[in-house]
Each structure stands twice: as structure tokens, then as C-alpha cells.
């Protein structure tokens, strides 16, 4: 049976990587087989872009520069990692995916989603995750996290207020039209408690995913 594709999404200071680390574990727990990654990235060559899109420059880098690495990267990582584990019956738990573009591409650079959705249909070949946790928080309450974790920040990390906001409701708007696929999780509150809601969402789209075989 194939494996099921899980991303994990939302803007900065979150709580990604803690909640990634919860998934995982209870995937394993319940004696699945985990390969978990991350976007951009995720294999050597798009670790290598990555370090392009987060890193400084010396020259300004173009919207649609940023568009197609990230894509150049998304497709590396679908061919040589995605692709091949849920082929053997891996599930894949990602931090971020193309929901990422459409919200700090589309929302918060301003680029036509029509853009981004050929780009899409190119690199994916109708290739979509399975179940998507939107970590949700106002941007106050995660960038001051984002702040405390990491004062000086990568290159999106230092964007405007402003920007994160579109980013916040481009994710919002792609979970309101795809109910099915979204699963929106309140991360403004605690550890403990967002933990709780990730383990009992992934539960029940567990049992339903089982329930396929």
C-alpha cells in the first residue's frame, strides 16, 4: 500500500518542528515506517538551493527567481525522496510544501496564483499531500516566538509585519477551499495543548486512511 503524504504548514514561530517531531513519533509509535523532510530541501541538491532562498546576497532576488528555485528544489525533492518512499509504502511528513508558495509567493510577494499553478501542474503531475496541518497563530504571537528563538533571523524571517499578514490569510484561504485536505490547528496556544490537537487530528485521519487499505 502506498504510504500517506503529511505536511505541516504555517508561518513563522509556529511551532513546525516541535509539532513535526510529535507526528513522527506517533507514526512510529504505532509501527509505521516515517521518512520526515522538509521544503525547501530535503535531499543534497535542494539543501544546496535552499541555502540560496534563505541565505543573504549581495544582489536583490527577484520574486520570480525565489518562485523557481523553490520549485526547482520541490522538483529534486518529489524526484529522488518523495516520490520513491511513498512508492514503498513510507508515509512522508514534511515541513512545508507547495501550500508555502502559494501563501509567501502568491499572498505575501504578490504573484499570480495562475503562475504558481502551472508551475504545479509541471512539477507535480497532479502530486498532492494527503492530510495538511495549518499551525495558525496571529502574527504577533509568532513572530515574538520566532524572535526568541532566533534574534537575527533568515532572509523571510526579516520580512515586514505586513507580509506575514498576507501570508497568514493566503494559508487561511487555501484551507478554506480545501476542507478535506486541511486540518487548521489553533498553535497560539500552548505546547501541551497544540500537541493534544495534532496527536488526536493524526489519529483520526490514521484510522481513516487504514480504513482505505
Not at 43 to 57: D, F, H, P, S, V
Not at 78 to 104: E, K, M, N
Request: net charge negative; aromatic share 6%; with cysteine.
Amino acid at each position: 500500500m502506498r504510504g500517506a503524504f503529511v505536511t505541516l504548514e504555517g508561518g513563522e514561530g509556529v511551532g513546525k518542528s516541535t509539532q513535526i517531531a510529535e507526528v513522527v513519533a506517533a507514526l512510529e509509535t504505532a509501527g509505521l515506517s516515517v521518512v520526515r523532510t522538509r521544503e525547501p530541501g530535503g535531499t543534497a541538491l535542494a539543501e544546496q538551493i535552499r541555502g540560496l532562498l534563505i541565505g543573504e546576497c549581495e544582489e536583490c532576488m527577484d520574486a520570480d527567481t525565489e518562485l523557481l528555485l523553490m520549485f526547482a528544489a520541490r522538483n529534486q525533492h518529489l524526484a529522488r525522496l518523495i516520490r520513491p518512499a511513498l512508492d514503498s509504502g513510507d508515509w512522508v511528513v514534511c515541513d512545508r510544501f507547495t501550500d508555502a508558495s502559494y501563501a509567501y509567493q502568491g499572498a505575501g510577494r504578490g504573484i499570480d496564483t495562475a503562475r504558481i499553478r502551472e508551475l504545479e501542474d509541471f512539477v507535480q503531475r497532479g502530486m498532492q499531500p494527503d492530510l495538511t496541518l495549518l499551525l495558525d497563530a496571529p502574527v504577533e504571537v509568532g513572530m515574538a516566538r520566532a524572535a526568541r528563538r532566533n534574534s537575527d533571523g533568515d532572509r523571510f524571517e526579516r520580512e515586514a509585519l505586513d507580509f506575514f499578514e498576507r501570508v497568514r490569510e493566503g494559508y487561511l484561504a487555501r484551507a478554506a477551499a480545501d476542507p478535506q485536505r486541511f486540518r487548521i490547528i489553533d498553535a497560539a496556544h500552548s505546547l501541551e495543548t497544540v500537541s493534544a490537537q495534532v496527536r488526536k487530528t493524526l489519529i483520526e485521519f490514521s484510522t481513516q486512511w487504514g480504513s482505505q487499505a
